[in-house]
């Protein structure tokens, strides 16, 4: 009876482990989408601000050329009347104008350069990050294509695994499987664990010698003191009797 009861709980461990990779699974998938959305999101954030950037150097350049336009027109009229001023005042008075008009538009002249390359360079940033939407946009398609298809699979495994849990609940006399949800909603996995050379597997320390003869005896099932576990002798399974879940890992 105690070795069905162990052999019944690890198998019902089992069934946990298996439940907590799916749980997990099912969490990450919905997170996997958010995190690309999160990306795209920022992306598209990133090209507005580029191109109502492109926007603002579009409009300061317009206003360059036209003020260039302008000023040109006013430094040729100014040339067309020069030979007709009267007097020496009036005619340096006319030169300076000029000269403030043409410094003027030469200064604008170099704007309009810097705001040519940085349009340029603004471009350059917009066509990276269409390339990325590119490639970010198919990831994102076929990963909302495959969640759906992702969840329901692993929602149809994980009903499978509930119904598997519930016969192995019944299979283990209900104080014991109290115990064990008891341990479980406490620590971290695993709840049940083999006792081997007197050195408990969940906490790896050694068991005191009095709770060790007892464990061998196999009258009882017993908590590990540090852990608080429930814990078993390995030696009670042999390792051809063994089930699967309590067997070693192949060695490669």
């Known amino acids: 009876m105690y070795e069905k009861q162990i052999e019944q709980l690890v198998i019902l461990q089992k069934v946990d482990d298996e439940i907590i990779l799916l749980e997990s699974e099912i969490d990450q998938a919905p997170k996997d989408v958010a995190a690309l959305e999160s990306r795209h999101a920022s992306l598209t954030k990133r090209k507005t601000q580029i191109e109502e950037k492109l926007e603002m150097l579009r409009d300061q350049q317009k206003r360059l050329e ?18 007709m001023v009267g007097n020496t005042k009036e005619y340096h008075a006319m030169m300076r104008e000029m000269d403030s008009l043409e410094k003027l538009n030469r200064l604008r002249e170099d704007e309009k350069v810097t705001i040519m390359e940085e349009t340029e360079r603004q471009k350059d940033a917009l066509k990276d990050i269409d390339e990325k939407f590119s490639v970010l946009n198919s990831e994102l398609e076929e990963k909302r294509i495959g969640l759906k298809t992702r969840l329901e699979q692993a929602q149809g495994d994980l009903d499978k695994l509930n119904t598997r849990r519930r016969k192995a609940c019944d299979a283990i006399p209900e104080p014991i499987l109290n115990r064990y949800e008891f ?20 906490c790896h320390i050694m ?32 390792e051809s009797a063994r089930p699967e879940s309590m067997k070693k890992p192949a060695a490669e």
Request: proline share 9%.
């Open 66 to 83: 036209l003020e260039i336009e302008e000023d040109d027109v006013k430094i040729k009229k100014s040339k067309s009347k020069l030979m």
């Open 183 to 202: 341990i479980r909603s406490r620590l971290e996995h695993p709840v049940i664990v083999p006792v081997e050379d007197a050195i408990c597997s969940g």
């Open 207 to 238: 068991i005191p010698p009095q709770i060790y003869n007892d464990l061998q005896k196999g009258h009882q099932i017993i908590s590990c003191p540090n852990c608080q576990r429930l814990i078993f002798w390995i030696e009670h399974f042999p």
